[in-house]
């Protein structure tokens, strides 16, 4: 049984090259049904992310995974491009190296951002695209089935997922849902067009809000973001009053100067009733005066500040890494001992067939001499050789299966199928 | 089966509670994926024997909750335990033990503390008795949630205000939450504080007309420290009232909560080791026993 892996990830492959290297869905299901063709009994997945294109294949003793070659003129021939130029870019791996690359993947640890969760439903989709086209086989199955597995326990088992580390998630999951309880209730208004603030937004709405607000210094560009966003637009000279009314603003204008200076925001205070206000000031330079914050009930957070935190979950991950690592390693192990010890079982299977076929003839003899035994006798000698066969059999069985943990266990094999007479 | 109930002891569910609050702690140590289903099985365990110690006692010694100090104290404690497994079950991520436990905890050895003496008590006065008693016990649980609730909201504040991330296995509720609970539990606190107070003064009357038990002097030390509780948590719920409209409102309430609680301790220690004639049968001369808040 073989494993053989060809690919490149963001780290090897310029993106120019991936971005001609990349498959749609129906580009990868056409490459497998060209696959199925080409390399008949052999099994194969393709993973094709924004940041990675992989292709794992399998195969059994009698029809070997393709070699890593052949591998990569294929992809170089489903995508039009010349095989010279993906050969130094792209890794191979084969055997063990594959099952604990697909596991790292699946996990998230091979991920531009460490622990990312995407990836899990996009190998996911990889293993159905496979299964659609009938390249998905036993092999392969169980080596997805074993990395789903590793992802669910690095995620259950250590903190890497945990922590978000973008701005915009940091934001509402770890300051402004500290806050509020829930969104669906709250009222949001957005100031200015910044980039992170249609991000931040759909954060918000994730979260449950409804009720936004878009004011912008265009009122023209107000209406037009408001439309694009699902909100409400209003005009620059209300801010003052839509402040009083917000419970969240998220500011993102281009202003050098603060757009909300502490004066303003004194006299917007007095018709806000005590209620907190969670103010995401994700432009540079600031759009709130800092001593903003400090006044009761505001709850006031730069790119800064949030940056620190995202930086400080981004560590976080970082310390989960040998636990998940660790998971990892375990994974790879116990899936190879399991690979190892299915490459044993035409053999086990003759030496119960022989054992079986031994001991029926020797029961056949001995019930035509003893013709008097009565059909309870007779099954219960039937049942002391099945169990003498099975104990006889434990031993030789039980160091296969340990001896498959650190590596195909060819040399017992060999003996066995000297000892017993067993053929190939 | 009846001898394994019977043989159920307080140091059974405490011993519960403490490894539950000890996983709690190691929370803020290190993740296990197991440690959840350990935490719950040992609280739930704790409960249990908790709920089976206390089902026996009312049952086979005729010591129904809040016939006695010793019970009063346990019911207190078993309705906050109750309270920590529906909150860890609904919000498994909070670490709502590391602070109801100690309560429960604190609870269980001012039971330990207490007497066992059952009220003496008669048909008329058994009424009355199980109304104070049920709106004390209403009042301090409420004041005891009132405080958890109020020191999360304050750690909550000062990551917000640090603008720290949370923490590991230290994920509070929301401020909006917190602040919901302490305001709600200081009311419910304030006005059970004061149909525990009226029904005490109550029964005191019927007391003293059937001549079953003592009639408690207003001087009595309980009288004068319920007196001051009440004074107190109505204070508070006024205070927090008031401050309601004003940005540093939910603040206020959390710290009143907390001083509320340390008046109760300071009631309930005052009770464990004062003399008073409260709960005394009519014979008694001398005021020994201390009695439930």
Same mark, same amino acid.
């Given at each position: 049984?073989?494993?053989?892996?060809?690919?490149?990830?963001?780290?090897?492959?310029?993106?120019?090259?991936?971005?001609?290297?990349?498959?749609? /869905?129906?580009? +990868? $299901? =056409?490459? *497998?049904?060209? #696959?199925?063709?080409?390399?008949? &009994?052999?099994?194969?997945? !393709? @993973?094709?992310?924004?940041?990675?294109?992989?292709?794992?294949?399998?195969?059994?003793?009698?029809? /070997?995974?393709? +070699? $890593? =070659?052949? *591998?990569?003129? #294929?992809?170089?021939?489903?995508? &039009?491009?010349?095989?010279? !130029? @993906?050969?130094?870019?792209?890794?191979?791996?084969?055997?063990?190296?594959?099952?604990?690359?697909?596991?790292?993947? +699946? $996990?998230?640890?091979?991920?531009?951002?460490?622990?990312?969760?995407?990836?899990?439903?996009?190998?996911?989709?990889?293993?159905?695209?496979?299964?659609?086209?009938?390249?998905?086989?036993?092999?392969?199955?169980?080596?997805?089935? $074993?990395?789903?597995?590793?992802?669910?326990?690095?995620?259950?088992?250590?903190?890497?997922?945990?922590?978000?580390?973008?701005?915009?998630?940091?934001?509402?999951?770890?300051?402004?849902?500290?806050?509020?309880?829930?969104?669906?209730?709250?009222?949001?208004?957005?100031?200015?067009?910044?980039?992170?603030?249609?991000?931040?937004?759909?954060?918000?709405?994730?979260?449950?809000?409804?009720?936004?607000?878009?004011?912008?210094?265009?009122?023209?560009?107000?209406?037009?973001?408001?439309?694009?966003?699902?909100?409400?637009?209003?005009?620059?000279?209300?801010?003052?009053?839509?402040?009083?009314?917000?419970?969240?603003?998220?500011?993102?204008?281009?202003?050098?100067?603060?757009?909300?200076?502490?004066?303003?925001?004194?006299?917007?205070?007095?018709?806000?009733?005590?209620?907190?206000?969670?103010?995401?000031?994700?432009?540079?330079?600031?759009?709130?005066?800092?001593?903003?914050?400090?006044?009761?009930?505001?709850?006031?957070?730069?790119?800064?500040?949030?940056?620190?935190?995202?930086?400080?979950?981004?560590?976080?991950?970082?310390?989960?890494?040998?636990?998940?690592?660790?998971?990892?390693?375990?994974?790879?192990?116990?899936?190879?001992?399991?690979?190892?010890?299915?490459?044993?079982?035409?053999?086990?299977?003759?030496?119960?067939?022989?054992?079986?076929?031994?001991?029926?003839?020797?029961?056949?003899?001995?019930?035509?001499?003893?013709?008097?035994?009565?059909?309870?006798?007779?099954?219960?000698?039937?049942?002391?050789?099945?169990?003498?066969?099975?104990?006889?059999?434990?031993?030789?069985?039980?160091?296969?299966?340990?001896?498959?943990?650190?590596?195909?266990?060819?040399?017992?094999?060999?003996?066995?199928?000297?000892?017993?007479?067993?053929?190939? | 089966?009846?001898?394994?109930?019977?043989?159920?002891?307080?140091?059974?569910?405490?011993?519960?509670?403490?490894?539950?609050?000890?996983?709690?702690?190691?929370?803020?140590?290190?993740?296990?994926?197991?440690?959840?289903?350990?935490?719950?099985?040992?609280?739930?365990?704790?409960?249990?024997?908790?709920?089976?110690?206390?089902?026996?006692?009312?049952?086979?010694?005729?010591?129904?909750?809040?016939?006695?100090?010793?019970?009063?104290?346990?019911?207190?404690?078993?309705?906050?335990?109750?309270?920590?497994?529906?909150?860890?079950?609904?919000?498994?991520?909070?670490?709502?033990?590391?602070?109801?436990?100690?309560?429960?905890?604190?609870?269980?050895?001012?039971?330990?503390?207490?007497?066992?003496?059952?009220?003496?008590?008669?048909?008329?006065?058994?009424?009355?008795?199980?109304?104070?008693?049920?709106?004390?016990?209403?009042?301090?649980?409420?004041?005891?949630?009132?405080?958890?609730?109020?020191?999360?909201?304050?750690?909550?504040?000062?990551?917000?205000?640090?603008?720290?991330?949370?923490?590991?296995?230290?994920?509070?509720?929301?401020?909006?939450?917190?602040?919901?609970?302490?305001?709600?539990?200081?009311?419910?606190?304030?006005?059970?504080?004061?149909?525990?107070?009226?029904?005490?003064?109550?029964?005191?009357?019927?007391?003293?007309?059937?001549?079953?038990?003592?009639?408690?002097?207003?001087?009595?030390?309980?009288?004068?420290?319920?007196?001051?509780?009440?004074?107190?948590?109505?204070?508070?719920?006024?205070?927090?009232?008031?401050?309601?409209?004003?940005?540093?409102?939910?603040?206020?309430?959390?710290?009143?909560?907390?001083?509320?609680?340390?008046?109760?301790?300071?009631?309930?220690?005052?009770?464990?080791?004062?003399?008073?004639?409260?709960?005394?049968?009519?014979?008694?001369?001398?005021?020994?026993?201390?009695?439930?808040?």
């Amino acid at each position: 049984m073989t494993l053989a892996l060809v690919g490149g990830t963001h780290r090897t492959v310029p993106l120019d090259l991936r971005e001609r290297l990349a498959f749609s /869905a129906e580009q +990868a $299901a =056409e490459a *497998l049904a060209r #696959f199925r063709d080409r390399f008949p &009994g052999r099994e194969g997945v !393709l @993973l094709s992310t924004c940041n990675r294109v992989e292709f794992y294949a399998a195969g059994e003793r009698n029809a /070997a995974a393709p +070699a $890593a =070659e052949q *591998l990569v003129s #294929f992809l170089a021939e489903c995508r &039009g491009i010349d095989a010279g !130029l @993906l050969e130094p870019v792209l890794s191979q791996e084969r055997d063990e190296a594959v099952a604990r690359h697909l596991f790292s993947v +699946a $996990a998230g640890l091979d991920s531009m951002v460490l622990g990312e969760p995407q990836i899990l439903a996009q190998v996911k989709q990889a293993w159905a695209i496979a299964q659609d086209n009938h390249t998905a086989g036993p092999l392969t199955g169980e080596m997805f089935q $074993a990395a789903l597995r590793t992802a669910k326990r690095v995620a259950t088992e250590t903190a890497l997922g945990r922590e978000r580390i973008s701005i915009p998630s940091v934001a509402v999951a770890d300051f402004a849902s500290g806050v509020f309880e829930r969104f669906d209730d709250k009222r949001v208004l957005l100031v200015g067009a910044g980039k992170m603030a249609a991000e931040t937004l759909r954060y918000l709405r994730e979260a449950g809000a409804r009720d936004v607000t878009v004011v912008n210094r265009t009122a023209g560009r107000a209406v037009e973001l408001a439309a694009r966003l699902g909100a409400r637009p209003a005009r620059f000279d209300e801010l003052a009053a839509e402040i009083a009314a917000a419970d969240l603003v998220v500011s993102t204008t281009g202003a050098t100067e603060p757009v909300v200076t502490e004066e303003l925001f004194a006299r917007v205070e007095a018709g806000r009733r005590g209620r907190p206000l969670v103010i995401l000031d994700l432009a540079v330079p600031r759009d709130f005066a800092p001593r903003i914050g400090s006044r009761p009930g505001v709850w006031l957070y730069s790119v800064d500040d949030l940056a620190a935190a995202c930086e400080a979950n981004r560590r976080s991950r970082q310390r989960e890494m040998p636990a998940a690592q660790a998971i990892v390693d375990e994974e790879t192990r116990r899936f190879m001992g399991d690979l190892h010890h299915r490459s044993t079982a035409p053999v086990i299977e003759q030496l119960r067939a022989g054992w079986s076929e031994t001991g029926e003839a020797e029961l056949d003899r001995l019930f035509r001499r003893l013709p008097t035994l009565g059909d309870p006798e007779r099954a219960e000698i039937r049942q002391a050789f099945e169990r003498y066969a099975a104990k006889l059999l434990h031993p030789p069985l039980s160091s296969l299966r340990s001896e498959s943990r650190s590596g195909p266990p060819h040399g017992l094999l060999d003996a066995l199928k000297r000892l017993f007479d067993l053929k190939d | 089966m009846v001898a394994f109930i019977s043989g159920i002891s307080v140091v059974c569910f405490v011993a519960s509670y403490a490894v539950a609050l000890a996983c709690e702690v190691s929370r803020l140590a290190f993740r296990s994926g197991m440690r959840g289903a350990a935490m719950v099985a040992f609280a739930a365990a704790g409960f249990l024997a908790h709920t089976l110690f206390l089902g026996w006692r009312a049952v086979n010694e005729a010591a129904v909750p809040l016939s006695s100090p010793f019970d009063w104290y346990l019911l207190a404690a078993w309705l906050l335990a109750a309270g920590y497994l529906w909150l860890t079950l609904a919000n498994p991520r909070t670490p709502v033990g590391l602070f109801l436990l100690p309560v429960v905890l604190a609870l269980v050895g001012a039971a330990q503390l207490s007497s066992r003496d059952p009220f003496p008590q008669s048909p008329a006065t058994q009424v009355w008795g199980a109304i104070h008693g049920m709106f004390n016990l209403a009042a301090s649980v409420s004041v005891a949630l009132g405080a958890v609730a109020g020191l999360m909201w304050l750690i909550q504040a000062g990551r917000l205000a640090r603008k720290q991330a949370p923490l590991q296995g230290f994920r509070m509720p929301s401020l909006e939450r917190l602040a919901h609970v302490t305001g709600r539990t200081q009311g419910i606190a304030a006005w059970t504080a004061v149909a525990g107070f009226v029904s005490g003064i109550v029964l005191n009357a019927v007391n003293g007309r059937r001549g079953l038990m003592e009639t408690v002097p207003w001087t009595d030390p309980v009288v004068l420290r319920m007196a001051a509780l009440v004074a107190w948590l109505i204070v508070a719920d006024a205070l927090a009232h008031a401050a309601r409209r004003r940005a540093d409102g939910p603040r206020v309430a959390a710290w009143l909560s907390l001083v509320s609680v340390l008046v109760l301790t300071v009631s309930i220690l005052w009770g464990l080791f004062g003399a008073t004639r409260h709960g005394m049968p009519a014979a008694a001369a001398a005021p020994v026993r201390e009695a439930a808040p």
